[in-house]
């Protein structure tokens, strides 16, 4: 079949974006001063993830409703801020307890307005992700006025000519998932509509502590001890410094590119009929073949040594799993890094459904048990996730980013902006409804083409 993919260098390649003066939101009633424990989740991805959302013009007077939209976002958000007052806080280390926390100090979010002397048109395809659209989202540098801590939460709205608008959300991953992300985003929105707060926000993260007698029954090689990691080796996972650069790399190593790969809902049901003909499977979801595809696609595309395990993290929702089961509006990080490692021989040669298998099985063994183990596990080691001779494959597709109505409609896409972590794979959503999904990755360009021969081979 012909090729579906979009490599970077279809992209549009610049952006002007005119920022006008930050300031900084703090909540609008009193709120509690305290802090805020951290779990061993929380701890280990303290970085800032970006996301944009893409909003095409509504109403008569395009301009007029733009400018409207500024100054209700920033009402709303000073609103919302109470029920989520952490979010106005600064992510300190506890010296005496060596653990990152958040100190719930009321010292806001950070807001600006932009503008852009360009139509959302001329964007091209939104749903693949641009390292350009990083002008879309303020950065550290834009808080440097307010003091050397930046903050947790930064917004950016940006009004384009053609009187669309695209909100640039900067959040410490720290502060909550993307579930939780998703749930501060429609309690923001509609409380923006006026309409009020939907799920009450519940921050506290203490159900995750690690046990005064640690009890460690399992191998845990979803994460790595900080001992045995070397400063080469060290990502955003293991260091303090990307959670406070002030601009985050966005550059690739120069042998390496971004390619955007569709999916389309019948392409994904093929493939799930692909990995069942064998009889070997019971069920099969479109995360279990999409998985396993990454997976082994990659695997066979970087040429990996027969005898070399070939990993691979992914991310399993744990709220339903823990016993007791965590509350509704559970506001922290509630996922976990399941894993599948097998011989890469093996992931290469064998079918699809052996994948398959093993990503079935990765999901099986995250129960609560395993999951308290885990905390041990890295309270005693200060593990972090391990990403040595692997990736980690992320499922933002199933997120409803796009259901964010601030008022003026939902979201023509809204997603994540590119980072420069080349173990990272993500599967997006394409914007559509029918079931189909976007796969970006990053490999080098001949790896890349001999991924994309065997992802569509189906």
Not at 148 to 167: D, E, H, I, S, Y
Not at 306 to 318: A, C, G, H, N, R
């Amino acid at each position: 079949m012909g090729s579906l993919a979009a490599a970077e260098s279809s992209f549009i390649t610049h952006l002007d974006v005119e920022v006008e003066e930050p300031e900084m939101i703090v909540p609008v009633e009193p709120t509690e001063e305290c802090s805020l424990f951290l779990s061993n989740i929380d701890q280990a991805v303290a970085y800032v993830v970006d996301t944009v959302y893409f909003y095409t013009p509504n109403g008569e007077d395009k301009n007029a409703a733009a400018a409207d939209i500024v100054g209700g976002l920033k009402e709303a958000l000073g609103k919302v801020l109470v029920p989520y007052h952490f979010m106005a806080g600064r992510m300190k280390l506890n010296l005496e307890k060596e653990r990152l926390e958040i100190e719930c100090n009321r010292a806001g979010a950070l807001f600006a307005a932009a503008n852009c002397d360009l139509t959302l048109s001329d964007l091209g395809d939104v749903t693949f992700p641009n390292p350009v659209f990083r002008s879309l989202v303020l950065q550290g540098v834009h808080a440097r006025k307010f003091g050397a801590n930046p903050p947790l939460l930064m917004m950016q709205v940006t009004r384009f000519k053609c009187g669309g608008v695209v909100l640039g959300m900067s959040m410490n991953h720290a502060l909550f998932d993307g579930f939780g992300a998703v749930e501060f985003m429609m309690n923001f929105s509609s409380i923006a509509r006026g309409e009020g707060l939907i799920t009450y926000p519940l921050p506290d993260r203490t159900c995750f502590k690690a046990r005064d007698i640690p009890e460690i029954k399992y191998e845990h090689l979803e994460a790595m001890k900080l001992s045995n990691i070397t400063q080469e080796m060290r990502n955003s996972f293991t260091t303090a410094d990307v959670a406070n650069s002030e601009i985050c790399d966005i550059s690739l190593p120069p042998d390496y590119r971004y390619k955007v790969f569709p999916f389309t809902g019948e392409m994904v049901e093929k493939l799930k009929k692909k990995a069942m003909e064998d009889g070997t499977l019971k069920k099969c979801s479109s995360f279990d073949a999409m998985a396993a595809l990454v997976w082994q696609a990659r695997t066979r595309a970087v040429d990996m040594p027969p005898d070399v395990p070939s990993k691979m993290l992914f991310v399993v929702d744990i709220r339903s799993k823990m016993d007791p089961p965590l509350p509704k509006g559970f506001a922290g990080n509630a996922v976990f890094s399941a894993y599948c490692i097998e011989p890469a021989g093996a992931v290469k040669e064998k079918p699809l459904s052996f994948c398959v298998e093993k990503v079935q099985e990765g999901v099986a063994k995250v129960t609560n048990d395993y999951v308290r183990s885990s905390m041990d596990f890295c309270e005693i080691y200060k593990a972090i996730p391990s990403l040595q001779g692997g990736i980690i494959l992320s499922a933002w597709w199933k997120i409803p980013f796009q259901l964010v109505d601030f008022g003026f409609g939902k979201p023509v896409y809204a997603g994540p902006i590119v980072n420069a972590m080349v173990e990272f794979v993500l599967l997006l959503s394409n914007g559509k409804d029918d079931g189909g999904l976007n796969i970006y990755i990053s490999l080098q360009n001949h790896q890349l083409d001999i991924f994309e021969q065997i992802i569509y081979d189906i």
